[in-house]
């Protein structure tokens, strides 16, 4: 690559306004006459003006005033106050813009002149524009760039291809000796001028010889540099000069700009990206300042009307930024309205875009003063075949393949045709090209499909293109769910997620339309998949709900298609408004009508959807039958869906305190799901590795084996995440965080905690994941201070959240916690009642799993009510019940508390006898809160051991009453 000679550099004159910049006798004029300024300025106005129209950051510019020395950053504001007020003399504008937090930008626009007789006739470059976010691709286009090379700056329209390439050549007019010429081709549209364009460009006259022989005559052997922009519309004509020229002069580099490439031998395409935008969400202003696109529009917007960016802001112009594509023409466009428009009203008018992004600078080009001239420039150059393919492909929402652009191509479209005009179009940066897992996918910027759909309306083709868009998204999602049991749901998403706002649209135009009500039925259906998959249970709901209304009317009342649709909306309904009746309802008529039908797969589907209803609702008990019959049926007819009934029967059993057929069940299952091919992981529902997984692990830890659990529980979340199911996760995230506050691992407890409280899901399955959240924040409070009326309160708020959506499932369990926690805060009868209130529902719905625990901290309640006779007998109730089920963890803390109180009231008895075969039991968790208390206790065996192990477990130190 030619470097940059600083010989040249350092007689270089640079003209701005009344003022003329003399680098080599480092020398400020005005009107001709030096003015006084100190040496570091010349400096840092040097590099500035060198760097014109792009961000210097404040080190390179301390670097260069003050080289190898280390100065304070108020050296460098007191030099730039101190140019402002010579260069800006009461001016309004600063020729000087401060970029926060980042640099200064000299934004006047700057002539540059070599010394005399070096220049070798040609016109100057156009000075070099202000540049925002493509100092990278600035940089790379030079360096590609160089003797005998033709470089291609690629783009759509208004994406700032000429500005790119103006800035390149200004790098590196010194490597070509100020031999640099610029040739607009957009002052001609007959492509046989080009020849003469060029000619008069470099000041050759064109008689009595060719205009090229002449132009080949005049660079001569030297090396020389072209910047040949807007190739598009003359493109023939344009490659044939260029390679003609380079033909006969070998040290001539070309830089060209173009919306397609001119497709010569030796050209280099440089593709323009528009500029990175802020991610969704609420970024701060100085986040969303570090992405171009922003960036842009702020620095525009503060230019032109004294713009101020501030936090509030930020999301709206982001979003603003989003809507317009990165596209810097449009963002420009947009920033000159802030003037009299603030950036909210801004983004609610972009509905009218072209109107709106009007009135660009006057000394813009005419195709550049609006973004519609803009488009209107590129639309008018395509061939008839191209033009019509550009706006079938606007009904596009989102990416689409090859087998799209046929479907909603006219009808008696040659198909070899339609794909070589997609070819060219992508070419043309009119559609943008990627490749997902081997297959090419194509879309439309925003701004370009506003304006094809502007043109499709136009034309009154629309009724017919959106009717063969709408029958390709139902037919490419009655395919995927075809596909749905022959892949890995992680795998299926990856293929098919991209339809989902293709398929709102379709429904959206289906709905509009009564004669296509069956459309829009078959639709939904097909959709319910997708929605389900993505965990988007609300919007499910809604379009099912919508679509069930219609059966009557499209005559498909006790149908097929009302079979489907009523398990969606049994499903979509339970998981978005909790377990209401409307949820049963709809899986019964579902399950009448699947057994009528003979349809095993919506028949088990609803078996299921039942017994998840009554397991959440607290009926572990009924489940255990309704799952039986599941399994006989699936025995019979579908083998393959028998994981989804154990997973549920062994988390019922689990419930019911059947600890050691629950896990062998899950065992089973999580060997099947790592096994050859495994099974199909999100059958129902619910991605069921990770679900397994943490049931085991909730096992394990009753089961004493609180290590394994916590390594069990962390590999699920792993899994989870990976799965993108959001439904499962939050199922995985919750019970790992139980089995965290279990163990007492409250630094990975508040991590899974914090995982629940972020927008991992859609915000309509939130009511299924925030009571949880929230109860695990009131126990992390009562740990961290004890049991606060903060934390107390976040408990009993998550309670009534679980109960008022009907999900009574281990609110025994919760509310026993609840009771801990009072106790310790001393409100004992609030403590007594709510833990009574916990034993009669724990038995109600037959929650043996956590009677144990509840029956001990029944007994310190008691204990604490002075009822020590009562606490001794609640405890070694607690003690036999948990040894009966098999829960260990439970029993060794109910042994801790009964040894203690044996202590208390007879000095000096001797607890190992029913201490030490309990703890024998152990085999990990050594560590643990309670095995270090139990071992303390047998060790000592005395009053004093015992009381120092209850000072580990008092409230502040140990349970806090909350575990």
């Known amino acids: 690559m030619p470097g940059t000679s600083s010989d040249a550099a350092s007689e270089t004159k640079y003209a701005f306004g009344r003022f003329e910049l003399d680098t080599r006798r480092r020398l400020l004029l005005r009107d001709g006459e030096p003015i006084r300024v100190g040496s ?77 007789g070096e220049r070798g006739g040609f016109d100057v470059l156009p000075a070099p524009p202000p540049l925002v976010g493509r100092a990278a691709d600035v940089a790379t286009v030079a360096e590609r760039l160089g003797p005998g090379r033709l470089v291609t700056v690629l783009g759509a329209g208004g994406i700032g291809k000429t500005v790119v390439a103006v800035a390149a050549a200004h790098r590196l007019v010194d490597a070509f000796a100020d031999a640099a010429a610029f040739i607009d081709l957009t002052k001609i549209s007959d492509g046989a001028l080009v020849p003469a364009i060029f000619a008069s460009t470099l000041g050759v006259a064109t008689t009595g010889e060719e205009p090229l022989a002449g132009v080949a005559r005049v660079l001569g052997t030297r090396p020389r540099l072209l910047i040949v922009d807007n190739c598009e519309h003359v493109l023939s004509a344009a490659a044939v000069a260029i390679e003609q020229l380079m033909r006969g002069l070998p040290n001539l580099a070309v830089l060209a700009t173009s919306r397609e490439p001119l497709r010569l031998r030796e050209e280099r395409v440089y593709r323009l990206d528009t500029l990175a935008n802020a991610p969704g969400g609420t970024p701060t202003a100085s986040l969303a300042l570090s992405y171009p696109a922003v960036e842009l529009f702020v620095t525009r917007a503060a230019e032109r009307a004294g713009y101020v960016f501030t936090d509030a802001d930020a999301p709206v112009v982001a979003e603003l930024c989003r809507r317009l594509d990165g596209m810097p023409l449009a963002i420009e466009l947009a920033a000159t309205q802030t003037a009299a428009r603030g950036a909210v009203e801004l983004l609610t008018m972009l509905e009218d875009r072209f109107r709106l992004l009007s009135y660009g600078p006057r000394q813009a080009p005419p195709r550049q ?3 519609l001239a803009t488009l209107d420039w590129s639309y008018n150059l395509l061939p008839d075949d191209e033009a019509d393919l550009l706006r079938a492909l606007a009904v596009f929402m989102g990416p689409f393949d090859v087998e799209g652009a046929l479907a909603v191509a006219q009808a008696d479209a040659d198909p070899v045709a339609v794909v070589d005009a997609l070819a060219r179009l992508s070419a043309k940066c009119l559609l943008v090209a990627e490749v997902r897992n081997g297959v090419p996918f194509y879309h439309l910027l925003e701004t370009t499909r506003a304006y094809c759909l502007e043109r499709v309306e136009r034309s009154g083709e629309g009724e017919a293109l959106f009717r063969r868009h709408a029958e390709h998204v139902c037919a490419l999602l009655e395919r995927a769910s075809l596909d749905w049991m022959e892949r890995p749901a992680r795998e299926w998403g990856a293929v098919h997620d991209r ?39 609300a919007e499910c709901r809604v379009h099912v709900a919508r679509a069930v209304a219609d059966l009557d009317a499209a005559g498909l009342a006790g149908s097929t298609a009302e079979m489907q649709l009523q398990a969606a909306l049994a499903s979509a309904t339970m998981y978005t408004r909790g377990l209401v009746p409307e949820a049963m309802d709809a899986s019964r008529r579902a399950l009448e009508l699947a057994g009528q039908l003979g349809n095993t797969e919506f028949y088990l589907r609803s078996l299921k959807t039942l017994a998840t209803y009554e397991n959440l609702s607290g009926r572990p008990a009924s489940v255990v039958s309704r799952l039986e019959h599941f399994a006989q049926v699936a025995e019979a007819e579908d083998p393959s869906a ?77 899994l989870s995440l990976l799965s993108g199911h959001e439904l499962s996760l939050s199922n995985t995230l919750a019970l790992a965080c139980q089995v965290a506050l279990w163990a007492g691992r409250y630094a990975e407890a508040e991590r899974y905690r914090d995982m629940l409280d972020e927008p991992l899901c859609p915000h309509d399955i939130d009511f299924w994941r925030r009571p949880f959240a929230l109860y695990a924040r009131g126990v992390l409070a009562c740990v961290r201070s004890g049991p606060s009326l903060e934390g107390i309160g976040m408990i009993r708020r998550a309670i009534a959240d679980l109960e008022g959506a009907n999900l009574l499932l281990r609110t025994p369990h ?70 009966e089920i098999g829960a260990l963890s439970w029993q060794l803390r109910a042994a801790n508390d009964l040894a203690m109180l044996w202590v208390d009231r007879r000095r000096g008895v001797d607890v190992r006898p029913m201490l030490s075969p309990i703890v024998g039991l152990c085999t990990e968790g050594f560590d643990g809160r309670d095995f270090v208390v139990a071992t303390g206790l047998i060790g000592g065996g005395t009053g004093r ?19």
């Open 814 to 883: 919760y509310l026993g916690t609840l009771a801990e926690a009072l106790a310790a805060r001393g409100t004992l009868d609030e403590a007594a009642d709510t833990i009574a209130l916990a034993l009669d529902r724990a038995r109600i719905q037959n929650e043996r799993w956590c009677v144990p625990e509840l029956l001990r901290i029944q007994g310190t309640i008691e204990l604490a009510h002075d009822r020590a006779d009562d606490a001794e007998a609640t405890l070694l109730s607690a003690l036999g019940l948990a040894d």
């Open 642 to 718: 028998l994981p989804d009934g154990e997973r549920l029967l062994a988390i019922a059993e689990y419930y019911l305190g059947r600890f050691e057929s629950s896990r062998r069940r899950l065992e089973h299952l999580m060997q099947q799901a790592r096994g050859p091919g495994g099974v199909r992981s999100t059958r129902f529902e619910i991605e069921r590795t990770g679900v397994v997984g943490c049931a085991l692990a909730t096992v394990q830890w009753l089961t004493g084996l609180p290590d394994t659990a916590m390594r069990t529980a962390a590999r699920m979340v792993e």
């Open 945 to 963: 051991a015992s009381r120092h192990a209850q000072r580990q477990l008092s409230p502040r130190n140990a349970r806090t009453g909350c575990c």
């Open 499 to 537: 339809v989902l706002d293709d398929l709102r649209a379709a429904l959206a135009w289906c709905r509009r339309r009564p004669a296509d009500r069956l459309l829009g039925i078959r639709l939904t259906i097909a959709g319910s998949l997708l929605w389900t998959h993505l965990s988007q249970l």
């Open 40 to 116: 570091r300025a010349i400096d840092l106005l040097t590099v500035m003006i060198e760097r014109a129209g792009e961000t210097v950051s404040k080190q390179d510019l301390m670097d260069r005033a003050w080289p190898d020395v280390f100065v304070h950053e108020d050296n460098l504001k007191v030099n730039i106050a101190g140019l402002r007020r010579v260069l800006d003399r009461g001016g309004r504008t600063s020729v000087i813009a401060t970029v926060p937090g980042r640099g200064y930008r000299f934004i006047a626009a700057v002539e540059r002149a070599a010394p005399a």
């Open 369 to 371: 003063q609006t973004l």
